[in-house]
DNA sequence: GTGCAGTTGCACAACAATGTGCAATGTACG
DNA sequence: CGTACATTGCACATTGTTGTGCAACTGCAC
């Protein structure tokens, strides 16, 4: 096999991508799942992960480092074209809500005895900017809570979790299931109802 | 020692209300925490907890049925004495805020792999209950939400153990947590923050 | 003191999961 | 076909946890 940076998979690439996307399923259904369970689920033997993956440490290391690394780029992605603090909330909440899974999956992990050492710290740049955005809004009065900037982030991490777990359960359709995320993350955060619906309309026309 | 309903303890009792009361902390901290850890944070050899429980199994099930039980309790005794169903969330927050760790734990052990089978079955009552109260109120237009009840009340769970955590990380001072949790609860709903804020404020005079 | 419930300190078997070694087998590619 | 690499199917040692058995010890009541 060649060293080709892109160009054919070659079936050991292939099956690592393999073994990554199932863990991940795998892991968000069962935080504990075995190194046999998430093996078996890809259709391989426990040894062939081993192939791939020195320990469990390892693969859920590599997970871990896909999702903070893609929910970050969600993050910035979405505040960074946004006017304002309810404008950043709402559309960080709909590109977060496009890599739905990576997000359950680390918050999933992070509340949890901690699987992988530092889930929390590398998530924590994340909230921090969105504990930045909250504290603006409520400076400005665009929100109004009387909870501190930092609880107020994470209600909104929860938030959208308990959603996407709503979605998982079937109490919610996944077609509007984004901007009823985006809308609720604002009436939330105190920003009147009517508000918050007519900026999410607007921002996803 | 006599068979007394009530009266001295007999120091066997003691110990299996306070290994029960450790659980109730360790579990929280650490869902898979093993018998020993249970036994040594509850000042007990390992062998001891058998005498009290024959398994761990039967273990954490009488904590959840304790649990379950309380937050059941908590629910109803806060609603039946509301008017209308922001007043109904309101003291129904309020009313569960008081036995929080005994929700934090159901709602830990719940959305996790089912440690004992049923945590979300014998929770549904409750749920169904608060799924109600909210259906009531998006009806009357009190509460205005692109949600359906069943993803309102999930989210509105997730919420408050959220805001129970946020405490339990120092985000939030445990003084004013209940009135800003049940403040938060009805603004999540979609309940302008001036009203819900009045409304509170009047309930927890 | 004597008795007795409760606790302790082992020892033990059973089981599940991790991580490694190695030979056999498949499979692509020239 | 033959070479190179990936996968497989064991076997194995190790570790952690569960649940049980039994003898010795402790403290309290009578």
Same mark, same amino acid.
């Given at each position: 096999?060649?060293?080709?940076?892109?160009?054919?998979?070659?079936?050991?690439?292939?099956?690592?991508?393999?073994?990554?996307?199932?863990?991940?399923?795998?892991? !968000?259904?069962?935080?504990?799942?075995?190194?046999?369970?998430?093996?078996? @689920?890809?259709?391989?033997?426990?040894?062939?992960?081993?192939?791939? =993956?020195?320990?469990?440490?390892?693969?859920?290391?590599?997970?871990?480092?896909?999702?903070?690394?893609?929910?970050?780029?969600?993050?910035?992605?979405?505040?960074?074209? $946004?006017?304002?603090?309810?404008? @950043?909330?709402?559309?960080?909440? !709909?590109?977060?809500?496009?890599?739905?899974?990576?997000?359950?999956?680390?918050?999933?992990?992070?509340?949890?005895?901690?699987?992988?050492?530092?889930?929390?710290?590398?998530?924590?740049?994340?909230?921090?900017?969105?504990?930045?955005?909250?504290?603006?809004?409520?400076?400005?009065?665009? =929100?109004?809570?009387?909870?501190?900037?930092?609880?107020?982030?994470?209600?909104?991490?929860?938030?959208? =979790?308990?959603?996407?777990? @709503?979605?998982?359960?079937?109490?919610?359709?996944?077609?509007?299931?984004?901007?009823? @995320?985006?809308?609720?993350?604002?009436?939330? $955060?105190?920003?009147?109802?009517?508000?918050?619906?007519?900026?999410?309309?607007?921002?996803?026309?």
């Amino acid at each position: 096999m060649a060293p080709m940076t892109t160009g054919t998979p070659s079936r050991a690439d292939a099956n690592r991508r393999r073994i990554l996307d199932v863990a991940l399923t795998e892991l !968000l259904r069962d935080p504990d799942a075995s190194m046999d369970q998430i093996a078996r @689920a890809a259709g391989v033997v426990r040894r062939t992960v081993y192939g791939h =993956f020195p320990s469990r440490e390892a693969l859920v290391g590599t997970l871990v480092d896909g999702a903070v690394e893609a929910v970050a780029a969600a993050h910035a992605k979405g505040r960074e074209a $946004a006017e304002g603090p309810a404008e @950043a909330v709402a559309r960080g909440t !709909l590109a977060v809500w496009e890599i739905a899974d990576r997000y359950r999956i680390l918050v999933a992990l992070a509340q949890r005895s901690v699987t992988v050492q530092g889930i929390r710290d590398r998530l924590t740049p994340v909230r921090e900017a969105c504990t930045e955005v909250l504290r603006q809004g409520l400076d400005e009065g665009v =929100f109004s809570s009387p909870l501190p900037a930092p609880a107020l982030a994470y209600v909104h991490e929860q938030l959208l =979790f308990a959603l996407m777990e @709503a979605v998982n359960e079937g109490m919610l359709a996944a077609e509007e299931a984004g901007r009823s @995320a985006a809308v609720t993350a604002l009436t939330a $955060a105190g920003v009147p109802a009517s508000r918050a619906t007519e900026l999410v309309a607007k921002l996803s026309d």
